[in-house]
């Protein structure tokens, strides 16, 4: 089933209850993929949504490579004709060159969507003041905002938070209501803090009480959406507009058709046997093969997905070494060819994926919590936090 967003030609079209409104997009379902780095390139993008509906977003890239057009940058805002919606994140640390690439995408007529992302907690950037880290200076935060909003001009333009640095440390709240007054276009909540990483429980309160806050503009939710009925039971208990999807489906590109089943009402889900799961995996290094134009590279780039594809199934240490040491096409369709037709798993095949990691301390710049205003010492510190890493 192929699903996906258009854009709206009347700002006051009304859409159906479980659609999803961004600006002037109108996505067929209230479902977005989340950014993850070497994960979400075109290849899965365009897999999962031959699954389901949704808004298919770009691996983040960082503003000032893409404002000095490095190859892999463009590679990776690179989106195909299929793509109806071509949305792309940024990340950025200075609001005048994150103006530049915002513009720089407007001219060049490379999106219809942007994101920024003020949600990685990945200690090599928090250390410097970016990322998760980055939204506790409240005049750098409102600033970026506001500065990449007017660039954005007539291009929703959207960004992703956590709840804050820790729970003594919180900003969500504040940085939502700077954002709404720059002029965002909608706003998402990894509902964890820094510290958190990836662990333990999202805070569902935290989304429902963002959008009693935020009223003018649609609040999305990002953590622990797992299986398709998750996402309705996100918005019944939140009252968000949308939900934001990480790393459910890794190794799982037919959630976003779970989802789009379970927010139409309908109790079909996608349970796949091992041999679908081996079609799915062909399916994915072909794309990838196209994407990278380079046979070799795509299906090296798919090794990292094999134990998430396998995630539940009979499937032996060595066929699963022999899967992740592919090099060909041909080498992985013969693979797949004497997978056993196992049926689907259950429960094995569900739940989160990939690390959770385990919480720790921030790493933040010396005294970056003493003050919620930037020093000039910080000002010139923070720059070195620009760096290629995904992560929110």
């Known amino acids: 089933m192929l699903g996906g967003a258009k854009l709206s030609t009347e700002a006051t079209a009304s859409t159906a209850p479980h659609h999803l409104r961004i600006g002037n997009i109108t996505v067929d379902s209230p479902v977005v993929l989340a950014p993850m780095a070497g994960v979400t390139n075109e290849a899965f993008r365009r897999l999962c949504r031959e699954y389901g509906a949704g808004l298919y977003v770009t691996e983040m890239v960082t503003t000032r490579a893409l404002v000095e057009r490095h190859e892999n940058t463009m590679r990776l805002i690179h989106h195909h004709p299929s793509e109806e919606i071509r949305s792309i994140q940024l990340y950025g640390v200075d609001p005048d060159i994150t103006a530049a690439a915002v513009a720089m995408l407007v001219d060049e007529d490379r999106a219809d969507h942007i994101d920024l992302n003020f949600g990685c907690p990945v200690p090599k950037v928090t250390r410097r003041g970016g990322g998760s880290a980055l939204p506790w200076k409240e ?9 990449a909003v007017k660039a954005a001009g007539d291009v929703p333009l959207t960004i992703k938070i956590r709840k804050g640095i820790n729970e003594e440390h919180m900003t969500f709240l504040d940085a939502a209501k700077a954002a709404e007054q720059a002029g965002v276009a909608a706003i998402t909540l990894h509902a964890r803090t820094l510290e958190q990483q990836y662990s333990g429980t999202a805070d569902w309160d ?3 009480q963002l959008k009693q806050v935020i009223t003018s503009i649609p609040v999305l939710g990002n953590g622990d959406v797992f299986e398709g009925e998750d996402g309705p039971r996100m918005l019944a208990e939140t009252g968000c507009d949308g939900v934001v999807v990480g790393r459910g489906v890794l190794g799982r590109p037919w959630l976003f058709g779970d989802l789009e089943a379970a927010f139409a ?13 081996g079609a799915a995996m062909v399916r994915h290094a072909e794309l990838l093969v196209e994407f990278f134009d380079d046979e070799g590279h795509g299906c090296r780039d798919l090794r990292k997905h094999v134990a998430w594809y ?6 032996g240490g060595q066929l699963r070494k022999a899967f992740a040491l592919i090099d060909t096409l041909d080498e992985l369709r013969t693979l797949v060819d004497g997978l056993d037709d196992a049926p689907w798993p259950g429960v094995g095949a569900e739940g989160p994926r990939g690390r959770a990691g385990s919480p720790r301390r921030a790493a933040l710049p010396d005294g970056w919590l003493a003050s919620r205003r ?3 010492t910080e000002r010139l510190g923070i720059a070195a936090a620009e760096l290629d890493t995904s992560g929110g």
């Open 139 to 147: 005049d750098l935060f409102e600033a970026i905002c506001t500065k």
């Open 206 to 208: 935290a989304i429902a």
């Open 265 to 277: 009402g309908s109790e079909r889900r996608f349970r796949p046997g091992l041999r679908d799961v």
């Open 374 to 376: 930037m020093n000039d």
């Open 310 to 315: 396998f995630k539940g199934y009979p499937v």
